[in-house]
């Protein structure tokens, strides 16, 4: 798990680099999300598991909560752009 640490900290670290606008930025608002919705070890584990196969952690809707249907209901392993 300390490589998912590790790469958690570098992302947060290439955000506050680039600034708020900036793509990094956006991608560690996401990794902190997903730090909410399934803690530490899930986020940390999906992370070694993207640097390995070359992905990236996206959050992802139902469109299915009737109070916030743009709500995070899952995070995924998706390829980079």
């Known amino acids: ?3 998912g ?3 958690f900290g570098h992302y947060n670290d290439l955000a506050k680099a680039k600034g708020p606008e900036s793509e990094e930025s956006k991608y560690a608002g996401v990794l902190f999300q997903a730090l909410l ?3 530490e ?3 940390f584990e999906l992370l ?3 640097e390995e196969t070359g992905k990236m952690l996206k959050l992802q809707t139902s469109g ?3 109070d916030n249907p743009d ?3 899952n995070i995924v392993l998706v390829a980079k752009d």
């Open 5 to 7: 640490k590790d790469l």
């Open 48 to 50: 070694e598991e993207a």
């Open 1 to 3: 798990m300390g490589k």
């Open 41 to 43: 070890r899930k986020v």
């Open 64 to 66: 299915n909560g009737a």
């Open 37 to 39: 919705m399934v803690g």
């Open 71 to 73: 709500r995070p209901s």
